[in-house]
């Protein structure tokens, strides 16, 4: 089975409102983790770029693509690439976001898959074994989560 973080939260949105704050607000909920830095010129700022791209722009004013953005349905569902600057080519994950009604709330679900491509003596992975670097990674993403849903 390959390896992929599976979180959901629920926010007190609209699954439309959830999508917004999601992709147009990310860089107020939005916390960098040392831990999975992009660059190692990060932190910078997170933005999505006309629903093409998320970037992470950079303090020095350089801009680093994190990944394309393969859905953009508002309201339903954002899908994206995920990489870190030290990747090679084949070293791509992806992140699936959906967003759910459930009564007055709104069901946020992360899936991020693909890091079976990057190995464990990666430094993005810090030599963790997988379980474990796969729990801490959507330990982070709930944390986010969480975060957004303060201010949806």
């Known amino acids: 089975m390959a390896s992929r973080v599976l979180i959901s939260v629920r926010v007190k949105a609209t699954p439309q409102r959830a999508f917004e704050v999601f992709t147009r607000d990310i860089s107020l909920w939005w916390k960098p983790n040392p831990e999975f830095a992009f660059t190692p010129r990060s932190p910078g700022v997170?933005?999505?770029?006309?629903?093409?791209?998320?970037?992470e722009r950079l303090p020095s004013?350089?801009?680093f693509e994190v990944g394309r953005?393969?859905?953009?349905e508002p309201g339903a569902r954002l899908a994206f690439g995920w990489r870190q600057a030290t990747f090679t080519p084949e070293q791509?994950?992806?992140?699936?976001?959906?967003?759910?009604?459930v009564g007055e709330e709104t069901r946020v679900t992360v899936i991020h898959t693909g890091w079976d491509?990057?190995?464990?003596?990666?430094?993005?992975?810090?030599?963790m074994e997988n379980s474990y670097f796969m729990k801490r990674h959507g330990d982070w993403w709930r944390e986010l989560i969480d975060r957004m849903g303060e201010i949806t």
């Open 46 to 55: 997170m933005a999505f770029e006309e629903g093409q791209r998320l970037v």
């Open 61 to 63: 004013g350089k801009v």
């Open 69 to 72: 953005v393969t859905a953009w």
């Open 92 to 101: 791509m994950t992806d992140v699936e976001v959906t967003f759910e009604a």
């Open 117 to 127: 491509s990057v190995p464990q003596e990666h430094a993005a992975k810090h030599g």
